[in-house]
């Protein structure tokens, strides 16, 4: 008696452990894959390019503002002025208005800043008649390198097939 359980024990384990396996993963669509090998090089270029801000702006403008994410930022501007650059929002020319004054610590808002910029990105600006606005985004940068590794965490690659965009 004890040496057919002791045969019948491990079958049993066995079974188990087979049975309790995941189903296997469905094959991938043959159409996918080839969208994701056509587009994998643009993709990492426009990931790359998400990751920076920069533009000139002139027009009627003061002020300073300077900022590591939305959980440190101190400024105080105010302008109206037509801006030309790259962002991730936005490229080319825009108007842009703003009155901004205020810190931003830890979360808590202390002025009448708006603080429109994407939490978190890090940059400074600078305005007295004309100005500049440099800036990078640490999600971006996320996206950027989880990209190369086919991980698109901001959703915004671009497939043949229409999933994702820019």
Not at 96 to 123: C, H
Not at 143 to 153: E, Q, R
Request: charged share 25%.
């Amino acid at each position: 008696m004890k040496r057919s359980i002791r045969l019948i024990a491990p079958a049993a384990l066995g079974l188990t452990l087979w049975a309790a396996q995941p189903a296997p993963a469905p094959a991938a669509d043959p159409g996918e894959v080839v969208a994701n090998i056509i587009n994998y090089i643009p993709n990492r270029i426009c990931d790359i390019v998400h990751i920076f801000k920069i533009d000139l702006s002139w027009g009627k403008c003061a002020g300073v503002d300077v900022r590591a994410t939305r959980m440190l930022e101190v400024g105080v501007s105010e302008y109206d002025v037509t801006r030309v650059g790259i962002a991730p929002d936005k490229h080319g020319l825009w108007d842009e208005m703003n009155d901004d004054k205020g810190v931003s610590l830890l979360g808590f808002e202390l002025g009448t800043n708006e603080f429109d910029r994407d939490p978190y990105e890090i940059g400074a600006t600078v305005h007295a008649f004309g100005g500049l606005e440099v800036g990078a985004n640490l999600r971006s940068m996320l996206d950027a390198l989880t990209g190369f590794f086919l991980i698109d965490l901001e959703d915004d690659d671009m497939n043949l097939f229409g999933g994702g965009g820019m």
